[in-house]
């Protein structure tokens, strides 16, 4: 080295201790883009934004929906996911990932090699979307196998709703008990922690049931009258990539990512027939 390098070296490494570095957990999303931007990409964006996490985004479709209902979707070609993943791991430090919407059902073992290849060592928070709100398809059929077999294995934490969590156990939930029973089954088939998001169960009160290491924590807030803006279950999931991404324990990460989603659904936004949760 010349003394030159020497010197500019050691002037770089005795800067780099004065300079105010701004440290942001970074999350990075693969999911689906919903253009009305309450779900999915958008959605989770929104959160992790708000929660003062940088996001980095892998998109594996682009959807074509309003709250009301899925008009049209375009799924991307598996060469332009890989090559998302390369812009962004090549330099990008990655403390949590949230998997959403892939649609293909060839995505899962797709997206387990690319976490491998690029050694991502970070909580994954899987979110089996098989369904939207409305009832429309997400998901090829099959996709349940295919979750199930290639991304619960690495998961942290799988969170369905109610009706994703039917689908994968094939057991009716139409109770806070049902969820508890179907929690612990899922949990115990898959040797992971299951959070089923209870949103849609209509009560007074709203329950997230999680069960985690052989303990069920229920997570009970009372229900907002009136209130069902679009992109909850995204949002609850997101959340709790970043409390994980903060080193928060699961039942810690869980319970401040409801109870901040619970303040945006006080606060949503009523925009044409539709209900949002507050970008900010
Ligand atoms: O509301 C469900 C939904 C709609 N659209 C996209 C999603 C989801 C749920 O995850 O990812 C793109």
């Given at each position: 080295m010349t003394h030159l390098k020497l010197y500019c070296f050691f002037l770089y490494f005795i800067l780099s201790f004065f300079e105010d570095h701004h440290k942001m957990n970074g999350?990075?999303?693969?999911?689906?883009?919903?253009?009305?931007?309450?779900?999915?990409?958008?959605?989770?964006?929104?959160?992790?934004?708000c929660l003062g996490a940088y996001a980095t985004t892998v998109i594996t479709c682009v959807v074509a929906e309003h709250p009301g209902r899925v008009e049209s979707l375009y799924h991307l070609p598996s060469s332009i996911i890989e090559s998302q993943f390369h812009s962004?791991?090549?330099?990008?430090?990655?403390?949590?990932?949230?998997?959403?919407?892939?649609?293909?059902?060839?995505?899962?073992?797709?997206?387990?090699?690319?976490?491998?290849?690029?050694?991502?060592?970070?909580?994954?928070?899987?979110?089996?979307?098989?369904?939207?709100?409305?009832?429309?398809?997400?998901?090829?059929?099959?996709?349940?196998?295919?979750?199930?077999?290639?991304?619960?294995?690495?998961?942290?934490?799988?969170?369905?709703?109610?009706?994703?969590?039917?689908?994968?156990?094939?057991?009716?939930i139409e109770s806070p008990e049902d969820m508890l029973r179907v929690a612990q089954d899922l949990s115990e088939q898959y040797s992971t922690s299951f959070l089923i998001k209870g949103g849609h169960l209509q009560d007074k009160t709203t329950v997230d049931v999680l069960y985690h290491k052989g303990i069920a924590h229920k997570f009970e807030l009372p229900r907002i009258p009136h209130a069902n803006p679009h992109g909850t279950g995204c949002s609850l999931a997101s959340a709790t990539a970043v409390f994980l991404a903060q080193g928060l324990e699961l039942p810690k990460a869980v319970e401040k990512a409801k109870t901040k989603l619970y303040e945006k659904i006080k606060s949503q936004l009523q925009i044409g027939p539709f209900y949002f949760l507050p970008p900010t």
């Open positions: 999350i990075l999303i693969i999911g689906g883009s919903d253009c009305s931007c309450g779900a999915g990409i958008q959605g989770d964006l929104k959160m992790i934004t962004i791991l090549d330099f990008f430090p990655i403390d949590a990932i949230k998997i959403g919407m892939l649609y293909k059902k060839e995505l899962p073992q797709k997206i387990v090699e690319l976490i491998r290849r690029f050694k991502i060592n970070a909580p994954i928070v899987v979110d089996p979307v098989l369904a939207a709100g409305n009832g429309d398809s997400l998901a090829e059929p099959g996709m349940e196998e295919e979750l199930a077999k290639n991304l619960f294995p690495l998961a942290t934490v799988v969170t369905p709703n109610i009706e994703e969590a039917e689908l994968l156990s094939g057991l009716r």
